[in-house]
């Protein structure tokens, strides 16, 4: 009996620890993918992000400016601006992609 309360004690903490390893996965993403150029905060005043016109994510108009689908595409096939390249097709896997997509979601105020 005292085992089969331990696993159903394990499994309930594994369940409820889920969603904050899927979070902490996107953070993690974004954190190595991302934040040269958008920053950590979203807010794109990074070297980078300003040369290339980041926009600020922590506003909410600019986060509804585009669906997670839509973001989805920009980062895997990339997005460009006539000639220049804003973000080149990302290698990532789509998960990983989405991950971040998640978390950059989290930035806006
Ligand atoms: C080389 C710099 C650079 C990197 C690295 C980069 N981006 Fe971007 N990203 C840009 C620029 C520039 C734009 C276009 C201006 C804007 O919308 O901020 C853009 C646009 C976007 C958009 C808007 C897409 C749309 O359809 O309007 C999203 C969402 C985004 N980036 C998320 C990310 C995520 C998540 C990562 C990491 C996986 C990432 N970017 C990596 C520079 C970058």
Redesign the pocket.
């Known amino acids: 009996m005292k085992n089969i309360a331990f696993l159903a004690v394990s499994a309930a903490l594994v369940l409820a620890a889920t969603p904050n390893i899927l979070a902490a996965d996107g953070k993690a993403?974004?954190a190595d993918?991302?934040t040269?150029?958008?920053g950590d905060d979203g807010k794109?005043q990074t070297k980078?992000?300003q040369k290339?016109?980041?926009?600020d994510y922590s506003d909410a108009k600019v986060q509804d400016?585009?669906t997670d689908a839509?973001?989805l595409k920009?980062?895997k096939d990339g997005?460009k601006k006539a000639d220049k390249t804003?973000?080149?097709p990302?290698e990532?896997a789509e998960d990983d992609?989405k991950a971040?997509?998640a978390f950059?979601r989290t930035l806006k105020k």
């Open positions: 993403v974004y993918n991302c040269k150029c958008h794109g980078m992000g290339l016109e980041a926009r400016s585009f839509e973001a920009s980062i997005m804003l973000m080149k990302s990532l992609i971040s997509i950059l």
